[in-house]
């Protein structure tokens, strides 16, 4: 494990992005990370899949992170 990138347990649907956010710290900054909802699927139903794998979006948060796949905002899209 990456001891300079902590996940907090913050998933949560946000509705002005019409995906999922969590966040992580990466070397003490915070940073947000967001999953768009599908299109077939309702927030909820989508929110509490990802909350199932948290482990597989941390995962790939990571390797975005470590790819440096952030947007002009900051922020990391999977």
């Known amino acids: 494990?990456?001891?300079q990138l902590i996940f907090n347990?913050?998933?949560a649907f946000d509705a002005t992005r019409q995906a999922v956010s969590f966040s992580c710290l990466v070397g003490g900054l915070k940073v947000c990370c967001f999953i768009p909802v599908p299109a077939q699927l309702q927030p909820d139903t989508f929110l509490?899949?990802?909350r199932a794998e948290?482990?597989?979006w941390e995962d790939a948060a990571e390797q975005a992170i470590?790819?440096?796949g952030?947007?002009?905002a900051?922020?990391?899209w999977l």
């Open 1 to 3: 494990m990456n001891q």
């Open 9 to 11: 347990n913050d998933f």
């Open 48 to 50: 509490q899949q990802v």
């Open 54 to 56: 948290a482990f597989n």
């Open 66 to 68: 470590a790819e440096d």
């Open 70 to 72: 952030y947007n002009s």
């Open 74 to 76: 900051g922020e990391i």
